[in-house]
């Protein structure tokens, strides 16, 4: 399993978690957390982190 697919089930069981357990506002703030967390992220790195980032995905992360 992919690095990807662990972060998105993780996310989609705690987006779960909260709709079921939390108020609809605060689930709202969970989804929105779990979806901006890696955007942010992302748009903090460097030109060339970013790039570096790309080819590391095509070539796939340690190979």
Same mark, same amino acid.
């Given at each position: 399993?992919?690095?990807v697919q662990k972060y998105a089930i993780?996310?989609?069981i705690a987006?779960?978690?909260?709709? *079921?357990f939390l108020p609809g506002w605060l689930t709202l703030l969970v989804v929105l957390g779990v979806v901006a967390a890696p955007v942010v992220g992302?748009?903090?790195?460097?030109p060339s982190q970013r790039e570096r980032l790309k080819r590391a995905r095509r070539r796939? *992360?340690?190979g």
């Open positions: 399993m992919s690095p993780g996310a989609g987006v779960l978690f909260s709709w *079921i992302y748009m903090m790195l460097d796939g *992360i340690g």
